[in-house]
C-alpha cells in the first residue's frame, strides 16, 4: 500500500507541507525590507537574495527563474515580492502568476522604505490569514518532490545517513513520487556507476556531460581537484579521495533508475529519480532544490552541517555518534545504529520513509524552529 500525507492543495495541482507566505527580494537593496515585514507577520518566510543589479544574460535569467521557482514551490501559499522598481519586480512576477497564486508586488521607488514596510505589512498579514483558510488534506506519496544532500561527509556518511536516505528514496520512487540529487562535483570519479542507472542512451550522455563539463570548466580555471577533493571537514572525518566521497555521497540516491537531468533549480516534469546539475556547497544547492519545486529536503551529514533551507524543510540524519552526542540540536533523525549495532539498512531507511510522511504533514524539523536556515542562488557570470 503506497503511503500518504496530510499536505495543503494548491490551485494547480500541486501539494504543499507548508503553508507560508513568500516574502520574496527581487535584490539585494531590498532585504532589509523583507525581513521587516517577516518579522512583524507571523507565518512568513523571508527570501533574500544578492546582487541581480548588474547581472546579464544567462546569469541573470537563472537568477529570475530560481527566484520565481522558489515562489512557485508548493510550500508557498502567496507571494509578496519586494523590488526596487517596476520593471525588475514584474520580470519575476510574470513568472510566478501562472501557478494560480496570489502574487502582490512593493517597490521602494518612489516612496521609501518606511512606507514599503508599512504597506507590505498589511499585505502579508492579508494573506496570512487567507493562508491559514486552507485546510490539511490526505495526499498520496506521489505528490511529493523530495531533493537529498549531503554535507559534512565523513567515513560514515556512506555506512550510514546516505544508505538510510537512499532506501527512502527508493520507497518514494516506488510510490510515483520524485527524487532529485545534485551536487555535480560529487560524482567525480564515480560518474560512470551512476550513468549506468540512465534508462537510455539520452540520458547517460546528458549525465555524463554535466560532470565532465563541470570538471573542463574548473580545468579551464586551473583546477584539477580530481583525486584530491574532499575538505578539510571531509579529511578530519577520513575521507581521502573525491572517489571515496563520490561513492558514499551516491548512496542517498537510492537505486532506482536515473530518469531525468535538470539545470539549476529546474522543475522535474515527470516522475522517478533526477540528477540537477548544481556546484556543491549546501545552500547553493538546497536552494535550487527548492526552487526546481522539492517540498522537503533529505540532508545526511557525518561532522555535522546544520544548515536549513528557508523553503523547503530540511531533515539532518546522522549516523555519527560523536556528532550526535555534539550537535543533537541539529540532528532530525539519528540513524547510528547502522554502525553501531548493525542494523538493516532497509529497516532504517523503512522508518526514515516513514518519518517522511510525519515531516510532510507538519511534524517541524531543527532547523524551521531555530531558524537555522539559509537562500543563495548559485552565479554563473560576473557581475557588470
Not at 546582487?51 to 510550500?75: C, H, K, W
Not at 581537484?225 to 563520490?246: C, Q, S
Request: net charge negative; aromatic share 4%; hydrophobic share 40%.
Amino acid at each position: 500500500m503506497s503511503a500518504t500525507f496530510l499536505g495543503y492543495p494548491r490551485k494547480n495541482g500541486s501539494i504543499g507541507v507548508r503553508n507560508w507566505v513568500g516574502v520574496i527580494s527581487i535584490m539585494d537593496n531590498c532585504n532589509p525590507v523583507t525581513r521587516a515585514i517577516c518579522n512583524a507577520v507571523d507565518g512568513t518566510v523571508p527570501i533574500t537574495t544578492l546582487f541581480v543589479r548588474g547581472q546579464y544574460g544567462r546569469d541573470l535569467e537563472i537568477t529570475y527563474n530560481t527566484l520565481a521557482g522558489m515562489g512557485s514551490n508548493p510550500n508557498i501559499a502567496s507571494v509578496l515580492l519586494i523590488g526596487l522598481e517596476e520593471m525588475t519586480s514584474e520580470e519575476v512576477a510574470k513568472r510566478i502568476r501562472p501557478t494560480g497564486k496570489r502574487v502582490e508586488i512593493i517597490n521602494l521607488q518612489p516612496d521609501g522604505t518606511i512606507n514599503a514596510v508599512a504597506n507590505g505589512t498589511r499585505i502579508a498579514m492579508r494573506m496570512a490569514i487567507e493562508a491559514s483558510g486552507i485546510r490539511r488534506v490526505s495526499c498520496p506519496a506521489s505528490s511529493l518532490v523530495i531533493g537529498v544532500e549531503c554535507g559534512g561527509s565523513d567515513t560514515t556518511s556512506g555506512l550510514s545517513c546516505n544508505p538510510a536516505i537512499g532506501r527512502m528514496a527508493d520507497r518514494l520512487v516506488d510510490d510515483g513520487g520524485t527524487i532529485i540529487i545534485s551536487e555535480t562535483s560529487e560524482f567525480f570519479g564515480a560518474e560512470h556507476l551512476f550513468a549506468a542507472r540512465a534508462v537510455d542512451d539520452k540520458i547517460r550522455k546528458e549525465f555524463v556531460d554535466k560532470v565532465v563539463g563541470f570538471e573542463q570548466d574548473a580545468m579551464k580555471m586551473g583546477l584539477d581537484i580530481r583525486g584530491t577533493n574532499p575538505t578539510p571537514d571531509n579529511i578530519r572525518g577520513g575521507l581521502t579521495t573525491i572517489e571515496e566521497k563520490a561513492l558514499g555521497a551516491m548512496a542517498k540516491a537510492g537505486t532506482r533508475p536515473l530518469v531525468g537531468v535538470l539545470d539549476y533549480g529546474e522543475p522535474p516534469v515527470k516522475k522517478g529519480l533526477h540528477f540537477m546539475a548544481t556546484p556543491a556547497p549546501a545552500v547553493e544547492s538546497m536552494t535550487a532544490f527548492a526552487a526546481g519545486g522539492c517540498q522537503l529536503i533529505f540532508f545526511g551529514t557525518g561532522v555535522g552541517n546544520p544548515i536549513g533551507n528557508m523553503v523547503s524543510p530540511t531533515v539532518k540524519v546522522s549516523g555519527n555518534v560523536n556528532t550526535l552526542r555534539t550537535m543533537p540540536d541539529n540532528i532530525d533523525v539519528d540513524v547510528s545504529e547502522l554502525i553501531e549495532k548493525g542494523s538493516k539498512v532497509t529497516d532504517v531507511g523503512d522508518r526514515l520513509y516513514g518519518y517522511t510522511m510525519e515531516v510532510a504533514s507538519g511534524t517541524r524539523t531543527t532547523s524551521e524552529v531555530l531558524d537555522i536556515r539559509e537562500t543563495a542562488i548559485s552565479r554563473f557570470g560576473p557581475t557588470i
